[in-house]
């Protein structure tokens, strides 16, 4: 059975988060969506972590943008893996699952990371695989400006109605936000807006309960096997 819902950079509960042993257990596992973090390197490669620093997650510290490709591959992440680029989790994603890039464009952190990732998707054809999205609106405002095919989605913590005139603006499909902001009034005003709703996390079962109301609302979790019981339980 296919579970609908994104799995959260993998599975990070059981695997480190944004690597390749992480996305291939959350396929294994049956998801149709997957979401990874994009930073860019040094000389400009799209990489895959969370945060802007490699010291939580490595046996190293300081920025990402400080390193090059060759250096960032030299540390480990857990206790055999590396940081992967944009380009190998999309191949390894490719005909699979539907995937959710993450821009981690903090203001202006990352020159010309749009037109970089952009390239990548368009080098790997997964442009109808994909939707770029972010917290960064200017950033899917210029993703847009880019390019006419991409999908996009905006990223914000709470429901509010001034987000569609913007949405219809850059045609952006996607909307992610809090599952406690989740309400029957914004659900019905992204189904009229052709949106798709997103809502994050959905790792308890209060959370599960709550999403699962509309059943047209994809949920983001980082607990996957928990996820799976209880999606099999309600929709099999």
């Known amino acids: 059975m296919k579970i609908r819902g994104v799995a959260h950079r993998g599975y990070p509960l059981r ?14 596992l049956g998801f149709t969506h997957l979401e990874m973090d994009v930073h860019l390197s040094k000389d400009g490669i799209p990489v895959l972590m969370h945060d802007p620093t490699i010291d939580r997650m490595t046996d ?7 390193y090059t490709l060759e250096e960032l591959k030299r540390f480990r ?25 993450e821009l981690k464009q903090l203001g202006n952190l990352y020159p010309g990371m749009e037109e ?13 695989q994909v939707f770029i999205s972010s917290f960064n609106h200017y950033a ?16 914000q913590w709470g429901s509010t ?17 809090r ?24 790792n308890l079962e209060w959370q599960f309960d709550k999403a699962a109301r509309y059943p047209s609302v994809l949920c983001v979790t980082d607990n996957l096997e928990h996820f799976k019981e209880m999606y099999e339980q309600r929709f099999q």
């Open 15 to 28: 695997y480190p988060e944004n690597t390749m042993s992480s996305f291939q257990a959350a396929y294994d």
């Open 140 to 155: 899917i405002a210029n993703m847009r400006k880019l390019s006419s095919e991409v999908e996009l989605g905006l990223i």
């Open 116 to 128: 970089t990732v952009l390239e990548v998707l368009k080098k790997t054809d997964m442009l109808d």
């Open 60 to 66: 190293g510290e300081g920025w990402i943008k400080d």
């Open 179 to 202: 599952v406690e902001y989740l309400t029957d009034d914004f659900v019905e005003r992204c189904r009229r807006s052709d949106i798709q709703l997103i809502v994050w996390p959905v």
């Open 77 to 101: 992440v857990g206790r055999n893996e590396t940081i992967p680029t944009l380009e190998e989790a999309l191949l390894f994603a490719k005909g699979k699952m539907t995937v959710k890039v």
């Open 161 to 177: 109605p001034t987000v569609f005139p913007f949405m219809e603006e850059i045609r952006a499909r996607y909307l992610s936000l």
